[in-house]
């Protein structure tokens, strides 16, 4: 068996590992085995072979394994653990309830201190609100000037 074929078999393995790193995911387990591979080849080319084919391969790898690295994550896009659909308005997907976009610009009276969250008695209903980090007391009126996602934001009622 060549010199060579031993060092040249390990890289090949080591780059598939990475491969496989990328898509499975193993928390770094995968990465160690891949670089001692990777190094452990090395270290038989630069001992066995020859300085100048140890030159050669680190060059060949700082080559390969950012390649190996780009198609592994192009693999991880057409994996079964990636998200393949994506959550749109359009699709009935919604990421607050449909009445709390009703309570925009409406007024109300704080139930307790608002630090700068509390609840607010809006529309003859109990809400969770949050002011703009301003302090406001019980019993403040406040209106409701934005409602983001699950979150209504109001301020001191001028």
């Not at 499975?24 to 670089?35: C, E, H, M, N, R």
């Not at 009935?92 to 009445?99: L, R, T």
């Not at 009703?102 to 201190?113: P, R, S």
Request: charged residues 15%.
């Amino acid at each position: 068996m060549n010199s060579l074929a031993l060092p040249v078999i390990l890289q090949i393995i080591g780059i598939l590992v990475i491969i496989v790193e990328v898509v499975v995911p193993t928390g770094g387990i995968l990465a160690f085995v891949s670089t001692g591979l990777i190094g452990g080849s090395l270290y038989l080319v630069f001992t066995r072979v020859s300085t100048l084919a140890g030159v050669i391969l680190v060059v060949v790898d700082l080559i390969v394994i950012p390649a190996s690295v780009f198609i592994g994550f192009k693999l991880l896009a057409r994996s079964p653990v990636s998200l393949k659909k994506s959550l749109s308005r359009e699709d009935g997907v919604q990421s607050q309830a449909p009445e709390l976009e009703q309570v925009l610009h409406m007024e109300g009276v704080a139930v307790t201190d608002l630090r700068p969250s509390g609840v607010a008695l809006i529309d003859g209903k109990r809400l969770d609100v949050v002011s703009r980090g301003e302090y406001l007391e019980k019993t403040s009126n406040v209106v409701v000037i934005a409602v983001t996602g699950n979150q209504i934001i109001v301020s001191k009622k001028e």
